[in-house]
């Protein structure tokens, strides 16, 4: 299988893919669409508070997509940081009860894996 990488104004039909999305509807048009808001989205239209990030996992027409988005860029590198370490992520959900989840909440107080924690 292959990957692109490529800048939100640069994706024209997501449907095409299964993304992974990375930074929220206040700075990406992908993930405010995915999420069925109006960009830019950004504060509480986000539907985060301060300190927050999260996971979501959204159907994206046949395909699925990923999100990883926070408050701020250190939130969204929390969530980046726990979903680029897939054993870690499995861990922390079994941990939390949320292994079948579409949405977790991701906090913590820097980027290290031991300091990050869903809900």
């Known amino acids: 299988s292959s990957s692109v990488l490529m800048k939100d104004i640069g994706v024209t039909y997501v449907s095409m893919y299964?993304?992974?999305v990375v930074g929220?509807?206040?700075v990406n048009r992908v993930a405010a669409n995915l999420l069925g808001l109006t960009f830019p989205a950004?504060?509480?239209t986000s539907g985060l508070t301060e300190g927050q990030a999260t996971l979501v996992v959204k159907q994206n027409g046949a395909k699925?997509?990923?999100?990883?988005?926070?408050?701020?860029?250190?939130d969204?590198?929390?969530a980046a940081?726990?979903?680029s370490n897939p054993a870690q992520?499995?861990?922390?959900?079994?941990?939390?009860?949320?292994?079948?989840?579409?949405t977790v909440m991701v906090q913590g107080s820097s980027t290290e894996l031991?300091?990050?924690?869903?809900a």
């Open 42 to 44: 950004c504060g509480v």
């Open 89 to 102: 992520l499995k861990e922390k959900l079994s941990a939390a009860g949320k292994s079948d989840a579409t």
């Open 114 to 118: 031991s300091g990050i924690t869903v």
């Open 81 to 83: 940081v726990l979903l």
């Open 18 to 20: 299964n993304a992974v």
């Open 76 to 78: 969204t590198r929390r």
């Open 24 to 26: 929220g509807p206040c």
């Open 64 to 74: 699925q997509a990923v999100l990883a988005y926070g408050w701020e860029v250190d």
